[in-house]
Protein backbone atom coordinates (compact mmCIF):
# COMPACT_ATOMS: atom_id res chain seq x y z
CA UNK A 1 0.00 0.00 0.00
CA UNK A 2 3.03 2.33 0.78
CA UNK A 3 4.26 1.73 -2.60
CA UNK A 4 1.05 2.50 -4.79
CA UNK A 5 0.88 6.37 -2.78
CA UNK A 6 4.87 6.79 -3.03
CA UNK A 7 3.69 6.07 -6.66
CA UNK A 8 0.58 8.01 -6.97
CA UNK A 9 2.53 11.04 -5.56
CA UNK A 10 5.29 10.19 -8.06
CA UNK A 11 3.16 10.26 -11.05
CA UNK A 12 1.37 13.51 -9.70
CA UNK A 13 4.67 15.25 -9.26
CA UNK A 14 5.63 14.32 -12.62
CA UNK A 15 2.10 15.39 -14.73
CA UNK A 16 2.37 18.62 -12.41
CA UNK A 17 6.16 19.54 -13.56
CA UNK A 18 5.36 18.97 -17.53
CA UNK A 19 4.16 22.25 -19.34
CA UNK A 20 0.37 22.92 -20.05
CA UNK A 21 -0.91 21.85 -23.21
CA UNK A 22 -0.72 25.11 -26.00
CA UNK A 23 -4.35 26.72 -26.58
CA UNK A 24 -5.35 28.18 -29.52
CA UNK A 25 -5.33 32.14 -29.57
CA UNK A 26 -8.12 33.60 -28.35
CA UNK A 27 -8.09 36.43 -31.12
CA UNK A 28 -6.68 36.57 -33.84
CA UNK A 29 -4.72 39.94 -35.50
CA UNK A 30 -4.40 40.45 -39.41
CA UNK A 31 -1.78 43.65 -40.55
CA UNK A 32 -3.22 46.17 -42.19
CA UNK A 33 -1.62 48.37 -44.79
CA UNK A 34 -0.62 50.96 -42.55
CA UNK A 35 -0.22 53.70 -41.27
CA UNK A 36 3.57 53.81 -40.41
CA UNK A 37 5.98 56.45 -39.73
CA UNK A 38 5.42 57.68 -35.71
CA UNK A 39 3.93 57.10 -32.59
CA UNK A 40 0.45 57.13 -32.09
CA UNK A 41 -1.54 57.54 -29.19
CA UNK A 42 -4.68 56.74 -30.22
CA UNK A 43 -7.14 55.63 -32.78
CA UNK A 44 -10.36 57.69 -33.25
CA UNK A 45 -13.45 55.89 -35.01
CA UNK A 46 -15.11 59.68 -36.62
CA UNK A 47 -18.06 59.96 -39.37
CA UNK A 48 -17.53 55.64 -40.34
CA UNK A 49 -14.02 55.96 -40.95
CA UNK A 50 -11.06 55.24 -38.48
CA UNK A 51 -8.99 58.11 -37.56
CA UNK A 52 -5.09 57.57 -36.29
CA UNK A 53 -3.09 60.44 -35.77
CA UNK A 54 0.64 60.08 -35.96
CA UNK A 55 2.93 62.69 -33.86
CA UNK A 56 5.02 64.84 -36.05
CA UNK A 57 3.62 63.04 -39.33
CA UNK A 58 -0.38 63.73 -39.22
CA UNK A 59 -3.45 62.14 -39.05
CA UNK A 60 -4.31 58.89 -41.24
CA UNK A 61 -7.95 58.05 -42.78
CA UNK A 62 -9.11 54.57 -43.67
CA UNK A 63 -12.94 54.55 -44.95
CA UNK A 64 -12.38 50.43 -45.38
CA UNK A 65 -12.01 49.58 -42.11
CA UNK A 66 -8.12 49.60 -42.61
CA UNK A 67 -7.56 47.79 -45.70
CA UNK A 68 -5.71 51.03 -46.63
CA UNK A 69 -5.00 54.18 -45.75
CA UNK A 70 -4.57 58.00 -46.69
CA UNK A 71 -2.51 60.99 -45.22
CA UNK A 72 -5.48 63.38 -44.81
CA UNK A 73 -3.31 65.96 -42.53
CA UNK A 74 0.42 66.51 -42.26
CA UNK A 75 1.97 67.47 -39.28
CA UNK A 76 -1.13 69.58 -37.75
CA UNK A 77 -0.10 69.07 -33.78
CA UNK A 78 -0.46 66.17 -31.30
CA UNK A 79 -3.09 64.61 -28.72
CA UNK A 80 -5.83 64.65 -31.26
CA UNK A 81 -9.43 63.73 -29.87
CA UNK A 82 -12.84 63.25 -30.70
CA UNK A 83 -15.64 64.70 -28.49
CA UNK A 84 -19.71 64.52 -29.81
CA UNK A 85 -19.41 64.86 -33.48
CA UNK A 86 -16.30 66.96 -33.38
CA UNK A 87 -12.46 66.46 -33.99
CA UNK A 88 -10.19 68.36 -31.83
CA UNK A 89 -6.37 68.67 -31.91
CA UNK A 90 -3.46 70.55 -30.32
CA UNK A 91 -1.28 72.65 -32.57
CA UNK A 92 1.30 75.27 -31.52
CA UNK A 93 -1.23 77.86 -30.78
CA UNK A 94 -3.47 75.97 -29.00
CA UNK A 95 -6.95 73.54 -28.95
CA UNK A 96 -8.41 73.67 -32.61
CA UNK A 97 -12.04 71.83 -33.37
CA UNK A 98 -12.80 70.36 -36.84
CA UNK A 99 -16.06 68.70 -37.93
CA UNK A 100 -13.68 66.61 -40.05
CA UNK A 101 -10.39 66.06 -41.66
CA UNK A 102 -9.87 67.72 -44.89
CA UNK A 103 -11.92 70.58 -43.95
CA UNK A 104 -10.09 74.18 -42.34
CA UNK A 105 -10.14 73.88 -37.97
CA UNK A 106 -11.05 76.50 -35.81
CA UNK A 107 -9.08 78.10 -33.48
CA UNK A 108 -10.93 77.48 -30.11
CA UNK A 109 -8.33 79.12 -28.05
CA UNK A 110 -5.21 78.18 -25.21
CA UNK A 111 -5.66 75.46 -22.80
CA UNK A 112 -4.65 75.90 -19.36
CA UNK A 113 -1.87 74.94 -18.62
CA UNK A 114 1.75 75.76 -17.48
CA UNK A 115 4.27 76.81 -19.64
CA UNK A 116 6.81 72.58 -19.95
CA UNK A 117 3.54 71.24 -19.59
CA UNK A 118 0.62 69.45 -21.45
CA UNK A 119 -2.29 67.85 -20.89
CA UNK A 120 -4.48 65.42 -22.55
CA UNK A 121 -7.79 65.89 -23.77
CA UNK A 122 -10.53 63.06 -22.86
CA UNK A 123 -14.02 62.48 -24.86
CA UNK A 124 -16.64 62.42 -22.74
CA UNK A 125 -20.15 62.84 -24.92
CA UNK A 126 -20.84 66.40 -25.35
CA UNK A 127 -18.24 67.25 -22.64
CA UNK A 128 -14.61 67.95 -23.75
CA UNK A 129 -12.14 67.28 -20.58
CA UNK A 130 -8.82 68.64 -20.62
CA UNK A 131 -6.34 66.88 -17.57
CA UNK A 132 -3.22 68.37 -16.92
CA UNK A 133 -0.96 66.49 -14.39
CA UNK A 134 -0.29 68.10 -11.51
CA UNK A 135 -2.44 70.70 -12.17
CA UNK A 136 -5.84 69.39 -12.42
CA UNK A 137 -9.03 68.93 -14.78
CA UNK A 138 -10.82 71.28 -17.10
CA UNK A 139 -14.15 71.05 -18.63
CA UNK A 140 -15.67 72.21 -21.57
CA UNK A 141 -19.27 71.97 -22.70
CA UNK A 142 -19.52 74.29 -25.39
CA UNK A 143 -16.47 72.20 -27.01
CA UNK A 144 -15.76 75.69 -28.97
CA UNK A 145 -18.44 75.90 -31.02
Do not use: N
Request: aromatic share 8%; glycine share 12%.
Amino acid sequence: MTRLVCLVAVVGVLLAAQPAAQRAPLIRWQPTSGPLGGEADSILVHAGQLVVPLHDVGAWRSRDRGKSWQLVTEREGWGMTKAGPDLFVFKRQGLHRAADLGVPWVMCGAVPHPRGTYGRLIDAGETVFYFVMDVGLFRSRDRCA
